[in-house]
């Protein structure tokens, strides 16, 4: 509670608070405790002295008059101090999503049209799920894949809090907008006109700035910098790690992911190596709707530290893993335009016949070719643009869905 | 719990400094007083008062020197959650925190002064007191606990 930590000890007490209620309970406990203390000794120095009573002369005339300046003056200050409300409207939506409303009510079903307010929360539940949100005044944002996002009320700013996942914004200067500002777990980031992306992990946050400024804050030491354009800062919650603004990389056109070398660029749950595979990441089940769970896992290519990737015509993904049961399997790709926007999702059916035998382990190249648009405004193919992510699906529990090894390559010579 | 104990907690969470903790609070306080801002239930206004405590808290860090390690923003937010649902429950720890503060003794009472009034750290009380660091750990430790406990059982009484 000193606030003094060793490097060591501050992920375990952090697990500790985020994984135990009861820690919590404690936590709290102290702080009402302290609170409380100071509290009481304050008014024990301050104990009030047997003061002068003074009748006052009652003119109700002079309390009328004074009463109607007052309320005069107080309408006038509320007019002119009342911002316009906090808002975003859902302009967008794909795939299965949530809406939470301030007051905790949930809603599955979400629709283009919906209103969100300071204290609303949605979430994209899906690695095939995406949300575009008009914020009024020309500035518009996108969540996809698990992404969860909160408006919040904060002083002088339209607030946000990314807890997780992936955004792309696009802050337009308006007359009378104000700067919007994300928090994530390990920073906040401020806008007057910018367009930038926000990948937002609990251990880091990766900031790109496409265009305009953006202020990053990292949360662990409040240190401040203005990332400009064709830059990116990467954000951790340890003061040890540099914080600095870099400029982007040049884009590629292949990446392997390395799995255990960069934990927090993946989502599945890691298994025991066994004689044929060391590296075995298990697909998760997500509740993405009412009786409806499917078993997912997925890399970020942001979060392994990799340059961007471009997507090209002849790109083909390869994914080696095992399955346990028949049937297909579902591998996918987000996709963004290079320093820009949010592009769009297209998935690619892998058929029961293509796998193997069930059990045995099995590789699959799939030509960008074969991947479809899953929306009616994207075009056939995704080439020219940057992968966000690849994700891999099953749809049956008992598939028992695992990965080795995922690959994006780029078009073989001669192509 | 006072919805205003629970929002100062809140703020000490972030800042580590009762009295800082009580200015973020009269700041929210006014802010909620100024700007007219209305909610719809119990729960709306505390978790928007709980989060303004936050973010200025966490202005007041970055203009400090040598501040606190702050509490990843996930566990806040989930320490917050639990306040602001307590809250919308109509908790009503604060009194019986308060009683159980007035029956300790004297000396456990200067212990909780030091380290929360006059905001010492704990290597500065156990130099005033002539003990060692450990001792003053522990001892907070179970006077914290010894509180706590303190509470559950004054709430278990039925009301005289």
Not at chain 1, 95 to 117: H, M, S
Not at chain 1, 207 to 217: D, F, I, Y
Request: hydrophobic share 40%; net charge positive.
């Amino acid at each position: 509670m000193n606030g003094q930590l060793g490097p060591d000890e501050e992920p375990k007490v952090a697990d500790l608070l985020r994984g135990n209620a009861e820690a919590r309970t404690f936590l709290r406990a102290v702080a009402e405790q302290a609170v409380v203390v100071a509290d009481v000794e304050r008014l024990d120095q301050h104990k009030p002295q047997p003061a002068k009573v003074v009748t006052p002369v009652f003119r109700p005339w002079k309390w009328a008059v004074a009463a109607a300046a007052a309320f005069v003056l107080l309408s006038a200050f509320v007019i002119a101090t009342t911002p316009p409300r906090h808002t975003a409207k859902v302009s967008a939506i794909l795939g299965p999503c949530q809406y939470i409303a301030a007051d905790g009510k949930k809603r599955d079903e979400v629709k283009v049209g919906t209103l969100l307010r300071v204290g609303d929360t949605i979430r994209t539940r899906s690695s095939s799920a995406w949300v575009k949100l008009d914020l009024n005044s020309g500035s518009l944002m996108t969540i996809a894949g698990r992404s969860r996002l909160r408006l919040l009320n904060v002083d002088g700013r339209r607030g946000f809090q990314l807890a997780n996942g992936n955004l792309w914004a696009t802050v337009a200067q308006s007359a009378g907008a104000k700067p919007i500002s994300i928090q994530t777990p390990t920073a906040t980031v401020e806008a007057k006109v910018a367009q930038f992306d926000v990948e937002a992990a609990s251990m880091s946050s990766i900031v790109r700035v496409n265009s305009g400024t953006a202020n990053v804050m990292r949360l662990a030491d409040g240190q401040a910098l203005d990332v400009v354009a064709d830059h990116q800062a990467v954000v951790s919650p340890r003061r040890s790690r540099p914080f600095a603004m870099t400029r982007q990389p040049e884009p590629v056109n292949e990446w392997s992911c390395r799995l255990i070398a960069s934990s927090e660029a993946v989502f599945g749950k890691w298994l025991q190596p066994d004689e044929k595979n060391s590296v075995r990441l298990g697909a998760t089940p997500l509740l993405i709707g009412k009786k409806n769970t499917i078993y997912m896992a997925s890399f970020s290519v942001q979060c392994s530290s990799s340059p961007p990737v471009l997507i090209e015509s002849g790109s083909r993904v390869r994914i080696r893993g095992t399955t346990r049961a028949e049937g297909p399997i579902y591998f996918g790709i987000t996709t963004q335009r290079i320093k820009g926007v949010f592009f769009g999702k297209y998935t690619a059916k892998i058929e029961p016949g293509t796998l193997g035998q069930a059990g045995e382990p099995w590789q699959v190249e799939v030509p960008l070719s074969q991947f479809k648009p899953k929306a009616r405004h994207l075009p056939g193919s995704p080439a020219g643009m940057e992968l966000t992510d690849i994700w891999i699906v099953s749809r049956e529990e008992n598939a028992e869905l695992e990965i080795h090894s995922v690959k994006f390559l780029p078009r073989e010579v001669g192509q | 719990m006072s919805q205003r104990d629970r929002v100062s907690a809140a703020a000490w969470l972030v800042v580590r400094n009762a009295h800082t903790a009580e200015d973020i609070f009269q700041n929210v306080a006014l802010k909620a007083m100024t700007k007219g801002v209305q909610f719809e239930s119990v729960g709306a206004l505390m978790s928007w008062a709980i989060i303004t405590a936050r973010r200025e808290g966490i202005d007041w860090l970055r203009r400090q020197k040598n501040a606190p390690i702050c509490l990843d923003n996930t566990i806040l937010e989930l320490l917050e959650q639990e306040w602001a649902d307590e809250a919308a429950a109509g908790d009503i720890r604060g009194q019986a925190l308060r009683d159980c503060l007035e029956d300790l003794p004297a000396k456990s009472r200067d212990l909780l002064k030091r380290r929360y009034f006059d905001g010492h750290a704990c290597e500065a009380v156990a130099e005033q007191l002539g003990v060692r660091l450990d001792a003053i750990y522990k001892r907070l430790s179970r006077l914290h606990q010894a509180l706590k406990k303190c509470i559950e059982i004054k709430l278990e009484q039925p009301a005289s």
